[in-house]
């Protein structure tokens, strides 16, 4: 949205039209980056009788200017797809173009004027389709007229400013003299035109280059990945062939004319070459970032900044979002809601994952940027899941009602070939602003095999600094194809998440898809990534602490507080701390079918001991295909397939490994190793309960001896009492007769 505050009239001008300020006017000067020269044919071209213009450039890194001119390729493709027009301008010297000669241009200011009047900008504004129509940009604006003395001031000084920026401080982008020679040819007679002006040029010192820059391209050992994002190939190779390592010019200029020339033409014939636009295959991104805030591409087209979603979120929005996830359970033959989870809090992180990496290269916490994730993969077999989540929940989700980007699409085919695929979302990847994610459904599975793609994953992962965003796919991986390429260097780079459970019968199935679907919005998307944006602006050391240990665990505590306003706190709970890792999925299944597929034939417990078990190397012995050259290898690597911090894996000796029951079976997801323990034991139960009955029972009788002999002694005592009473009776009656006698 481009905004103008009139310095004549003080008054701020809104979404003014540019080219209708500027109307009336034949001569245009200024200083501007130009993403093609196509805006220059159909803006400026119709407009102005006379354009100067100096090629300014985005960023102010030093390099910039060596690769505007070394860069021949480019140019050479710039000027094979010139109008007529635009030619014939440059030729008869009503169109000059040039850019700079040392100091990099990084100011945006324009001059137009006629016989008596004038108007002069200066702000943030390029000549770019985005900048005049969709970015927010601002610029102030000077109209006045040349018979004014208080206006020739201004007039006079910008002029001079612009005649020693043309005259002095730049130097020719295409000479109009070259241009019969290039008219009408293909484009490698331009090219051998443009590499004998470029040499001309470095020998007439049009172009000055400082030695310690041509160093750090020209000597291989001092080429980094940080000089790459500046003078991308081929620019680096055509100061290869015109200097030496240490920064001299060779002195065979034929041999380095044929060498730039045979450069150029390789890049021509590159698949690589034939990059697809964003734009006509995926909507204009909806999310851009610019200073500390997110700007989102409203109904009109225009960018806004992200408005506070607090008041937008309703408890509908969240339980609809919670049985989204909970229908992965419920809805499926086995339970994948942590999957779905986990790719839900990828989704709402992804506008910020660029920052996040940022927040990792500055932290003092020893942690590199390349552990956060620059693509998530849904792997799904048939039915599965992974296409309803990107094509039915995750658009929606993100407010995008445009169509789904088939793989097929943006690398001309399903082949094997995956250039044109890479270079597509390499060039979105570094637009430097946009954050919307690429999500492509159907990627073909070989593209996570080819070198290509991998050497490009790495290379996104390890160079891209600044604003990016993310590439989401969903990919069909069906049993006998290619492997999951599982080597770290990828999965620490690429987030994988299984979906491979069928469905159960529409009858069986708790939620139904249809409500879920029509009650989805992107609420909850803009209120999480709005408070994640301001969680990360303003970051703790507390905060920090708990990023770089789960790059996801801001995302999550925000959706946790969320659950918790609207009384769902214990909804997901049991999922909503861990993040589904695909290793240890295809650790848990792998460990599974090892134990099953054995017949728990080498599966054995210690006596007397019921909480470990041992599992003997031998049962490696009959694992066919194996990629390890001995059993000791596969031993290890099957011992270390147990996350550690699970306490599963307790020892590893020479013939086998030492487990945890209870653990090993939570691990894998159900009792495998306890019942088989039992089934064992089952008869020692028994004998155990048996003997332990008749301990009681002969207990029981002993105790019941005990009381009936104490009974007895008891009965015997009164009777003894009785009778010893009886008989003193009957002494006394005997003496009482006697003694009244």
Same mark, same amino acid.
């Given at each position: 949205?481009?905004?103008?505050?009139?310095?004549?009239?003080?008054?701020?001008?809104?979404?003014?039209?540019?080219?209708?300020?500027?109307?009336?006017?034949?001569?245009?000067?200024?200083?501007?980056?130009?993403?093609?020269? #196509?805006?220059?044919?159909?803006?400026?071209?119709?407009?102005?009788?006379?354009?100067?213009?100096?090629?300014?450039?985005?960023?102010?890194? *030093?390099?910039?200017?060596?690769?505007?001119?070394?860069?021949?390729?480019?140019?050479?493709?710039?000027?094979?797809?010139?109008?007529?027009?635009?030619?014939? $301008?440059?030729?008869?010297?009503?169109?000059?173009?040039?850019?700079?000669?040392?100091?990099?241009?990084?100011?945006?200011?324009?001059? !137009?004027?006629?016989?008596?009047?004038?108007?002069?900008?200066?702000?943030?504004?390029?000549?770019?389709?985005?900048?005049?129509?969709?970015?927010?940009?601002?610029?102030?604006?000077?109209?006045?007229?040349?018979?004014?003395?208080?206006?020739?001031?201004?007039?006079?000084?910008?002029?001079?400013?612009?005649?020693?920026?043309?005259?002095?401080?730049?130097?020719?982008?295409?000479?109009?003299?070259?241009?019969?020679?290039?008219?009408?040819?293909? #484009?490698?007679?331009?090219?051998?035109?443009?590499?004998?002006?470029?040499?001309?040029?470095?020998?007439?010192?049009?172009?000055?280059?400082?030695?310690?820059?041509?160093?750090?391209?020209?000597?291989?050992?001092?080429? *980094?990945?940080?000089?790459?994002?500046?003078?991308?190939?081929?620019?680096?190779?055509? !100061?290869?062939?015109?200097?030496?390592?240490?920064?001299?010019?060779?002195?065979?200029?034929?041999?380095?004319?044929?060498?730039?020339?045979?450069? *150029?033409?390789?890049?021509?014939?590159?698949?690589?070459?034939?990059? !697809?636009?964003?734009?006509?295959?995926?909507?204009?991104?909806?999310?851009?970032?610019?200073?500390?805030?997110?700007?989102?591409?409203?109904?009109?087209?225009?960018?806004?900044?992200?408005?506070?979603?607090?008041?937008?979120?309703?408890?509908?929005?969240?339980?609809?979002?919670?049985?989204?996830?909970?229908?992965?359970?419920?809805?499926?033959?086995?339970?994948?809601?942590?999957?779905?989870?986990?790719?839900?809090?990828?989704?709402?992180?992804?506008?910020?994952?660029? #920052?996040?990496?940022?927040?990792?290269?500055?932290?003092?916490?020893? $942690?590199?940027?390349?552990?956060?994730?620059?693509?998530?993969?849904?792997?799904?077999?048939?039915?599965? %899941?992974?296409?309803?989540?990107?094509?039915?929940?995750?658009?929606?989700?993100?407010?995008?009602?445009? $169509?789904?980007?088939?793989?097929?699409?943006?690398?001309?085919?399903?082949?094997?070939?995956?250039?044109?695929?890479?270079?597509?979302? %390499?060039?979105?990847? @570094?637009?430097? $602003?946009?954050?919307?994610?690429?999500?492509?459904?159907?990627?073909?599975?070989?593209?996570?095999?080819?070198?290509?793609?991998?050497?490009?994953?790495?290379?996104?992962?390890?160079?891209?600094?600044?604003?990016?965003?993310?590439?989401?796919?969903?990919?069909?991986?069906?049993?006998?194809?290619?492997?999951?390429?599982?080597?770290?260097?990828?999965?620490?780079?690429?987030?994988?998440?299984?979906?491979?459970?069928?469905?159960?019968?529409?009858?069986?199935?708790?939620?139904?898809?249809?409500?879920?679907?029509?009650?989805?919005?992107?609420?909850?998307?803009?209120? !999480?990534? %709005?408070?994640?944006?301001? =969680?990360?602006?303003?970051?703790?050391?507390?905060?920090?602490?708990?990023?770089?240990?789960?790059?996801?665990?801001?995302?999550?505590?925000?959706?946790?507080?969320?659950?918790?306003?609207?009384?769902?706190?214990?909804?997901?709970?049991?999922?909503?701390?861990?993040?589904?890792?695909?290793?240890?999925? =295809?650790?848990?299944?792998?460990?599974?079918?090892?134990? @099953?597929?054995?017949?728990?034939?080498?599966?054995?417990?210690?006596?007397?001991?019921?909480? @470990?078990? *041992?599992?003997?190397?031998?049962?490696?012995?009959?694992?066919?295909?194996?990629?390890?050259?001995?059993?000791?290898?596969?031993?290890?690597?099957?011992?270390?397939?147990?996350? =550690?911090?699970?306490?599963?894996?307790?020892?590893?000796?020479?013939?086998?490994?030492?487990?945890?029951?209870?653990?090993?079976?939570?691990?894998? %997801?159900?009792?495998?190793?306890?019942?088989?323990?039992? @089934?064992?034991?089952?008869?020692?139960?028994?004998?155990?309960?048996?003997?332990?009955?008749?301990?009681?029972?002969?207990?029981?009788?002993?105790?019941?001896?005990?009381?009936?002999?104490?009974?007895?002694?008891?009965?015997?005592?009164?009777?003894?009492?009785?009778?010893?009473?009886?008989?003193?009776?009957?002494?006394?009656?005997?003496?009482?007769?006697?003694?009244?006698?």
């Amino acid at each position: 949205m481009l905004t103008i505050y009139d310095l004549k009239k003080q008054q701020m001008l809104y979404q003014p039209d540019f080219f209708e300020l500027i109307k009336g006017y034949d001569h245009f000067a200024g200083v501007s980056f130009v993403g093609s020269f #196509k805006i220059i044919e159909k803006q400026l071209l119709p407009r102005f009788s006379q354009i100067e213009l100096i090629l300014g450039l985005e960023d102010q890194r *030093t390099g910039q200017n060596l690769n505007q001119f070394f860069n021949l390729s480019r140019k050479v493709k710039e000027i094979a797809g010139a109008s007529d027009e635009f030619l014939n $301008r440059i030729e008869d010297g009503t169109l000059q173009l040039r850019f700079t000669k040392d100091a990099l241009f990084h100011s945006k200011y324009f001059i !137009v004027d006629n016989e008596t009047s004038f108007i002069i900008f200066n702000g943030s504004m390029n000549l770019t389709k985005k900048a005049l129509s969709e970015n927010h940009e601002m610029l102030w604006m000077y109209a006045g007229s040349k018979s004014s003395p208080a206006d020739q001031a201004i007039w006079q000084a910008h002029r001079q400013l612009f005649h020693q920026n043309f005259t002095t401080d730049s130097t020719d982008y295409l000479n109009r003299k070259i241009i019969e020679q290039v008219r009408g040819k293909t #484009k490698k007679e331009i090219t051998a035109v443009l590499a004998n002006a470029a040499l001309t040029q470095l020998q007439d010192d049009q172009l000055k280059v400082h030695p310690e820059d041509i160093v750090q391209i020209a000597d291989t050992a001092k080429w *980094t990945k940080e000089r790459y994002e500046l003078i991308p190939s081929p620019a680096a190779e055509v !100061v290869r062939a015109i200097y030496t390592p240490k920064g001299n010019k060779r002195r065979n200029q034929e041999a380095v004319r044929d060498k730039i020339k045979q450069i *150029t033409y390789q890049s021509f014939s590159d698949p690589q070459d034939e990059t !697809v636009s964003a734009s006509s295959l995926y909507p204009q991104p909806m999310w851009i970032y610019e200073g500390d805030q997110i700007l989102v591409k409203n109904t009109q087209g225009q960018f806004q900044p992200l408005a506070p979603a607090d008041d937008l979120v309703t408890k509908a929005d969240v339980v609809n979002f919670v049985d989204i996830i909970k229908s992965f359970k419920y809805n499926k033959l086995r339970d994948e809601s942590h999957q779905a989870l986990s790719a839900f809090m990828y989704l709402m992180t992804a506008p910020l994952i660029w #920052k996040i990496r940022q927040i990792y290269r500055q932290s003092n916490y020893a $942690r590199s940027a390349d552990q956060v994730p620059v693509s998530m993969v849904l792997i799904g077999r048939g039915t599965t %899941g992974k296409t309803l989540l990107v094509r039915d929940y995750f658009k929606p989700f993100i407010g995008d009602h445009s $169509r789904s980007v088939q793989y097929a699409e943006i690398n001309g085919g399903t082949g094997s070939h995956t250039n044109k695929a890479v270079s597509f979302l %390499g060039n979105y990847l @570094r637009s430097k $602003r946009f954050i919307s994610p690429m999500i492509i459904d159907e990627l073909n599975d070989n593209f996570l095999q080819s070198k290509v793609a991998t050497n490009a994953i790495k290379q996104w992962s390890n160079t891209i600094e600044g604003i990016h965003n993310v590439n989401i796919f969903a990919m069909n991986h069906n049993a006998g194809g290619h492997a999951i390429n599982n080597l770290e260097e990828i999965t620490k780079r690429v987030y994988y998440l299984s979906f491979e459970a069928g469905w159960l019968g529409m009858d069986q199935q708790r939620y139904d898809y249809n409500i879920l679907m029509n009650n989805i919005n992107d609420h909850l998307y803009r209120y !999480v990534v %709005g408070k994640l944006n301001q =969680r990360l602006n303003n970051l703790t050391g507390m905060d920090e602490s708990r990023l770089i240990d789960d790059y996801l665990s801001l995302t999550k505590e925000i959706v946790e507080q969320l659950l918790e306003k609207f009384g769902l706190g214990n909804e997901l709970a049991d999922i909503i701390h861990d993040n589904y890792d695909y290793k240890v999925d =295809r650790n848990r299944i792998t460990w599974k079918m090892l134990i @099953r597929d054995d017949g728990f034939k080498h599966v054995d417990f210690a006596p007397g001991d019921d909480q @470990r078990f *041992t599992v003997s190397k031998a049962i490696f012995n009959n694992i066919k295909g194996s990629t390890y050259e001995n059993i000791n290898q596969t031993l290890d690597n099957y011992f270390n397939m147990f996350p =550690r911090e699970l306490g599963i894996a307790i020892y590893q000796y020479d013939n086998g490994m030492l487990l945890s029951i209870d653990k090993f079976d939570h691990f894998i %997801g159900e009792p495998l190793i306890r019942n088989y323990y039992n @089934r064992v034991h089952q008869s020692e139960h028994q004998q155990d309960s048996m003997t332990a009955y008749l301990k009681a029972q002969a207990k029981r009788d002993a105790e019941r001896e005990k009381r009936e002999a104490q009974r007895d002694q008891e009965m015997q005592t009164v009777l003894k009492q009785l009778a010893d009473q009886k008989q003193a009776n009957e002494k006394k009656g005997l003496f009482s007769r006697l003694f009244h006698k």
